[in-house]
């Protein structure tokens, strides 16, 4: 079945940079596009960009440009999300998704609650 | 501040049908088929429950249906369920980009 499992909570000084992970099971890594979205506490779904795991090609959303870098390592198929030059309102829950076509997203990590806190 | 406009709460009793719109310009909604629904519940991940405006994926309730008119995307949800209650997110990609709406509590009275 496909999984979806990401690393572990973090806390972080403003200032700091985060790395977390998303580890894919149960199909071709590199045949989907994987999505980043955050969510702040009770606020809502803010996407931040995509990945192609076959090509390592990149797209950001415009906010994020400066401050975020996805990569990806299919000898394990894994992607990742790094945010930089974090800030106390980049405290959010991040989620990585899975995207066969269309920004239809189909199966989602558990997500990571990143904590940036001084 | 979230470039699709939806309304931030409606609420209905069990067995209504309500609806949720999501307003975005023509260089999004307007100008693409891939707008999307999501259902959140509280400490959950979204789940998709619309694709491509109006494509109900496998397991999804027929009770949940989509259409688009101009640049407004509606999600419909008939014969109201307790269960239904959640946070509902539309989103549309350009292919390149992609916008969530600011989501919309429905309440089940």
């Known amino acids: 079945q496909v999984q979806l499992v990401q690393s572990g909570a973090e806390v972080k000084k ?5 790395k977390v992970s998303c580890k894919a099971s149960g199909y071709t890594f590199t045949a989907y596009y994987i999505h ?8 809502g779904l803010e996407w931040m960009g995509w990945i192609n795991p076959n090509s390592g090609g990149t797209n950001y959303a415009q ?30 829950v991040y989620y ?6 269309g920004g239809n997203f189909d199966y989602w990590g558990q997500g990571t609650l990143v904590t940036v806190s001084s | 501040q979230s470039a699709l406009t939806q309304p ?9 049908s309500i609806t949720i719109s999501c307003t ?50 509606s999600l419909t949800i008939s014969g109201l369920q307790a269960e239904d209650e959640a946070d509902y ?8 980009i992609l916008e969530f709406g600011g989501g919309t509590k429905l309440t089940v009275l």
């Open chain 1, 36 to 43: 980043w979205v955050r969510q702040a506490p009770g606020q």
């Open chain 1, 96 to 101: 990585c998704t899975r995207d066969p076509y």
């Open chain 2, 8 to 16: 931030a709460s409606v609420s209905g009793s069990p067995g209504q």
């Open chain 2, 24 to 73: 975005g310009t023509s260089s999004d909604i307007g100008d693409y088929k891939y707008v999307s629904w999501y259902q959140q519940h509280p400490g959950k991940a979204p789940k998709v429950m619309i694709y491509e405006v109006s494509n109900r994926p496998s397991g999804v309730s027929n009770r949940f249906s989509g259409s688009k008119s101009g640049n407004t995307a």
């Open chain 2, 89 to 96: 997110y539309c989103s549309s990609y350009t292919g390149r």
């Open chain 1, 14 to 18: 403003p200032g700091a940079s985060v």
């Open chain 1, 63 to 92: 906010k994020f440009q400066d401050s975020v870098t996805m990569t990806r390592d299919t000898s394990i198929s894994t992607a990742y999300m790094e945010l930089n030059r974090l800030r106390s309102d980049d405290t959010a």
